[in-house]
């Protein structure tokens, strides 16, 4: 994949299929710190201690339809790549959390890419989730959530195409920093 959005996309889509009603996703660039952190956690059916230590291998996935889960062990090659810090984290009923921590000067970082496609995807996939995207470069702090626009937007739903636009316009504005 060529760029992390697509990453964020897969990861937030297993999420999705675990039955979560909330998904949380942060990007925290720190140039002081030559860190870029990735962040995405939910409140699915999470995973049991076995399948949480074999989630890594490509040939292990809970998928019916293919017998290969490459979105995580992807995800973790290329924080490793990156000189990064890759975790998981996750507990039967409760949830999953992925965090990525790369190296923000390595050459083998992709950009982040077009955040804005993702959130509306996911709102595509399932206008009844609720998700929180939050962006920080150093000082700079953006956050999008879906239950401030349910709030807003009363019956209209989220997945009208005037909204979706309107969400893909005001993420993508926020993130030009």
Do not use: H
């Amino acid at each position: 994949m060529k760029e992390l959005a697509l990453y964020i996309l897969d990861l937030a889509q297993n999420s999705i299929r675990a039955e979560a009603k909330n998904i949380y996703i942060e990007i925290n660039i720190d140039t002081s710190k030559d860190m870029l952190k990735v962040c995405i956690e939910d409140d699915g059916c999470g995973m049991n201690e076995e399948l949480l230590k074999k989630v890594v291998d490509p040939f292990v996935t809970t998928r019916k339809e293919r017998k290969v889960g490459l979105g995580i062990p992807f995800f973790k090659e290329l924080v490793e790549q990156c000189g990064g810090k890759f975790e998981i984290f996750s507990e039967e009923g409760k949830g999953t959390k992925i965090r990525g921590t790369f190296k923000l000067s390595s050459i083998d970082l992709i950009p982040i890419g077009d955040m804005s496609s993702t959130i509306v995807s996911l709102i595509l996939s399932d206008p009844e989730i609720d998700i929180v995207y939050r962006f920080k470069k150093d000082e700079y702090e953006f956050l999008f959530d879906t239950k401030q626009f349910r709030k807003v937007l009363k019956e209209v739903s989220l997945n009208e195409i005037s909204v979706l636009n309107w969400i893909r316009e005001y993420v993508k504005e926020n993130m030009e920093v």
